[in-house]
């Protein structure tokens, strides 16, 4: 059963252009939604997170927003650059149990043409 | 500052071999510990965790087992490789007062032929 459905699978944007990666979730329990950057050949390293009492966080050049009504939240990347090349996986997890484990997305490959 | 440490990189093996990937944690006690497969299309799929020396959980019932003989050190154990073992396996761990971020390893590219 696939909790957290990603979407796209993969994504081409020019230079300075603003993809926009999309997760959704079934499970109202959840209380933290991260996203995770991997790059080839290398683990998943934790890129920005929410909680569901903010509607958007902003890190730098990426932005999460969140709708808890729809039960979605997405990654936008702005003036994206090659080096933000990668695999990017949204998840989530409830923390509020005893014991929260991240349910991942599928992941989104994600190029960036110069 | 933590470290982890994952190996191999790489790994050829035939079906019906058995299989040890380790993975060792450093400058941190008591961490939770974590094993991941990624197949190509189907994600992070978490396979064991580990909150303490012995204590395993496994998420899927599979052909792989896991152990923590210390408190720093998680390996994941096969004793006949099948062709669907092949993938990306990742070892992670958190801190076990906030389990909120996962720190990777670098992975095992394991093939099993």
């Known amino acids: 059963q696939q909790q957290v459905k990603q979407s796209p699978q993969s994504l081409i944007v020019q230079k300075g252009g603003i993809p926009i990666i999309n997760c959704a979730y079934e499970?109202?329990?959840?209380?933290?939604f991260p996203w995770y950057q991997q790059f080839p050949g290398k683990g998943p390293a934790l890129l920005i997170a929410?909680?569901?009492?903010?509607s958007e966080k902003k890190e730098g050049r990426f932005t999460i927003s969140f709708n808890k009504s729809a039960k979605q939240f997405s990654l936008h990347i702005m003036d994206s650059q090659p080096g933000d090349s990668a695999t990017y996986f949204c998840?989530?997890?409830?923390?509020?149990?005893?014991?929260?484990?991240?349910?991942f997305g599928k992941g989104t490959k994600l190029s960036v043409k110069p | 500052s933590q470290t982890i440490h994952q190996w191999p990189a790489t790994l050829v093996q035939p079906v019906g071999s058995p299989l040890s990937l380790e993975c060792t944690v450093e400058?941190?006690?008591?961490?939770?510990l974590y094993w991941y497969r990624q197949a190509a299309g189907r994600g992070l799929q978490l396979l064991f965790y580990?909150?303490?020396?012995?204590?395993i959980s496994s998420e899927v019932p599979q052909n792989l087992s896991a152990s923590r003989p210390q408190d720093r050190q998680f390996i994941l154990s096969s004793k006949k490789l099948l062709l669907s073992d092949s993938g990306f396996y990742l070892c992670?761990?958190?801190?076990?007062?906030?389990?909120?971020?996962?720190?990777f390893g670098s992975g095992t590219q394991l093939s099993v032929l």
């Open positions: 992670a761990w958190s801190n076990g007062v906030n389990n909120e971020k996962l720190f």
């Open positions: 499970n109202t329990a959840f209380d933290y």
């Open positions: 929410i909680r569901p009492d903010v």
């Open positions: 998840a989530a997890a409830n923390y509020g149990g005893s014991q929260g484990n991240l349910i």
């Open positions: 400058g941190t006690s008591n961490p939770n």
């Open positions: 580990s909150v303490g020396i012995g204590q």
